[in-house]
């Protein structure tokens, strides 16, 4: 119960990498909101966590709109009157396909952009007038492997995903007066659903990348959600500004 009375906005978590957190902060006792586009998918995911004996409220949320985010951070103070925690881990990565880095359109970048690193600040502006007023927070936000490798064919997603890196390390220096933390993770290549069906990688990806790291295995999301409590827990009370590379040793900082 390393999470225990604390509440936690996850974002994107109705499914993949965002619900295995979701699942794992539950049973260490936060309290969840799932907070998704997809929202059949979120209510599936809080049924799921109350199933348990959790606690769980699904919402509706676009995260590239500030209308949306402010009224995520306005339904979870309704609910459980605090945030703790929140988890910056929608995003669009489902269905992108590995192309060659001419091979995108200017509304695919802006895209990408809008809902990874815009609606990471978004979700951010909404909750930390919260977390300031009630004397700290916790922030994590997902980047990737790929900002480090370079690697993937996803110009735009890993563009993303090395802004969302600058995102934590801004919001680190100016919000640690108010004793909020802000770290990254940086999973390597993980067998969520959107992974498993990314057009373009050749049908063998995942034995041919477990054979790129030192421990030789396929990554799952399960591998990322110790390192999620840990950095949502106080065990890392004095960690801010970093990013985790969580790869099985693929790259190396
Ligand atoms: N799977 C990997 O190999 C991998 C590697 C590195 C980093 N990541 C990151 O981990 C996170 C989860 O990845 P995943 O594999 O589970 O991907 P996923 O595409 O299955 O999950 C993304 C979730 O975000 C939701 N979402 C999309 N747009 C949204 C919006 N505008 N507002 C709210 N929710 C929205 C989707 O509905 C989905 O549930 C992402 O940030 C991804 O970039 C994944």
Known sequence: MRLKNKVAIITGAGRGIGKAFAIRFAEEGAAIVIAEIDLANAEHAAKEIEAKGGQALALHTD??????????????????????????????????????????????????????????????????????????????????????????RLIHYTCSKGAVISLTRVLARELGGHNIRVNAMAPGFTMSEASREMPGNPPNIEELISQTRCLKRSEQPDDLVGTAVFLASDDSAFITGQTIIIDGGGVFL
Request: hydrophobic share 35%; aromatic share 8%.
């Open 63 to 152: 995260v590239s709109d500030e209308a949306s985010t402010n009224e995520m951070a306005k339904k979870t103070m309704e609910r459980f009157g605090k945030i703790d925690v929140l988890v910056n881990n929608a995003s669009i990565y489902y269905g992108i396909g590995a192309r060659p880095w001419d091979d995108r359109t200017p509304d695919e970048w802006d895209r990408i952009f809008a809902v990874n690193v815009k609606g990471s600040w978004l979700c951010c502006k909404a909750v930390v007038p919260h977390m300031i007023a009630q004397g700290g927070g916790n922030i994590i936000n997902l980047s990737s492997g790929t900002h480090f490798s370079g690697g993937g």
